[in-house]
Structure formats: C-alpha cells, structure tokens
T-cell receptor
C-alpha cells in the first residue's frame, strides 16, 4: 500500500489565523480525500481533492473555509482558514487507487492534530 | 442511504480473552466491507477487508466474515493482547455511495493485563 505522510503532525494556533496541512504520497494515486475527526468522534469527509481542478466538498463544508489544492497525483494541501476553537480536530488525508490496488480501498495518513486557542 | 452500525463501547477485556465487536450494515447492491484500527495518537490503519459475500478478511489474528444474509461483518480475535487497545471502525464503500467510505461510530477497546 502507499506510504502517506502529513505535515505538520500537530499544531497549536490562535483563533483567526490559518493553517495549511500537507499530504504527500510515495506513489501516484487516483483519489485523495480530506477528513476531520473531532475529539472522540468518527471521521467526517470534508472533500475529495481533484487533480488539476476544484475540490468536491461535502455538505456543510465550503471552499472559503477549507481551500484544497491538488497540483499533481502525489500531493495535496488543506487549509483551515480563519480558525476558531471549534476547528480543533484531527485532520486526516486518505488515498485510493495506487498502482495495483482497488479504488474502493482507502489508506490514511497519520493525521494532523490541531488545537485552536 | 448506506449506513454502518457497530456496537458501542467502551469494551474492556482481560488479556487473552475472546473478542467480538459487532457490525451490521445497510447498503444497496454489493458493498465492500472494512475494519480500520486507530491506535492512541495515530491515524487510521486498514486492518482487514472483504469484497464479496462469504469472504473472510484476516490480519494480525483478527478475522471478519462478510455475511450477506445477516448484513454483518463482525470482528473477532481469539486471544487479545494489551497492544490491541485501540478504537476500531467498521466501514463500507459501495456503488451507491460513489466509492466514499461510510464509517461506523467506532468502538473503543481497552485490554487490561
């Protein structure tokens, strides 16, 4: 399976600021996703990162708050904009469709633990 | 729409006990089924999967069998270890969910020595 890294692994930020999270994969993948996991909760899909075009956002998530880039098949960024304490969560990227693997199986990065004060 | 229901935790067992975490699903068509594990302070790891009825997924001593007649995918392990303490998520993908993962709520498992 693909090896996925995220930067930063954790951060503490002040309200009103923005943080950009990077997701890097060691092989080209068909699909990349961004999730949020609030404390003690399951995962919620934020958006699908589309290579070379605008991301596809889920209900309740908007581009102004969570801009996403995917310039190529191995890299994506998620920005959490104008942060508030309610944005304190773990943010995870996932990938699917690496060479020789099915696109219905997602593999997850280690996550970015964000605390907003 | 598609959904996954798993037993609520926390579940606390003694080392070497038998583990079952129940998972049932609702989906149209023929979903693929997964168990993911999240160890403390880490991201999600794929534990096992099954893609068609009667398939058995297995890994690290854990097993789950895709039961279409009961729409279930229960996770089992014969003898748990302290290192198995984690949160376990049952999940599915299906054509009707456009290949997006539908997660259960997660079950926290604690193993005491």
């Amino acid at each position: 399976s693909a090896v996925i890294s995220q930067k930063p692994s954790r951060d503490i930020c002040q309200r009103g600021t923005s943080l950009t999270i990077q997701c890097q994969v060691d092989s080209q993948v068909t699909m990349m996703f961004w999730y949020r996991q609030q404390p003690g909760q399951s995962l919620t899909l934020i958006a699908t990162a589309n290579q070379g075009s605008e991301a596809t956002y889920e209900s309740g998530f908007v581009i102004d708050k969570f801009p996403i880039s995917r310039p190529n098949l191995t890299f994506s960024t998620l920005t959490v904009s104008n942060m508030s304490p309610e944005d304190s969560s773990i943010y995870l990227c996932s990938v699917a469709g690496s060479p020789g693997d099915r696109t219905d199986t997602q593999y997850f990065g280690p996550g970015t633990r964000l605390t907003v004060l | 729409g598609d959904s996954v229901t798993q037993m609520e935790g926390p579940v606390t067992l003694s080392e070497e006990a038998f583990l079952t975490i129940n998972c049932t699903y609702t989906a149209t068509g023929y979903p693929s089924l997964f168990w993911y594990v999240q160890y403390p302070g880490e991201g999600l790891q794929l534990l096992l999967k099954a893609t068609k009825a009667d398939d058995k997924g297995s890994n690290k001593g854990f097993e789950a069998t895709y039961r279409k007649e009961t729409t279930s995918f229960h996770l089992e392990k014969g003898s748990v270890q302290v290192s198995d303490s984690a949160v376990y998520f049952c999940a599915l993908t299906s054509y009707s969910s456009a290949s997006k993962i539908i997660f259960g709520s997660g079950t926290r498992l604690s193993i005491r020595p």
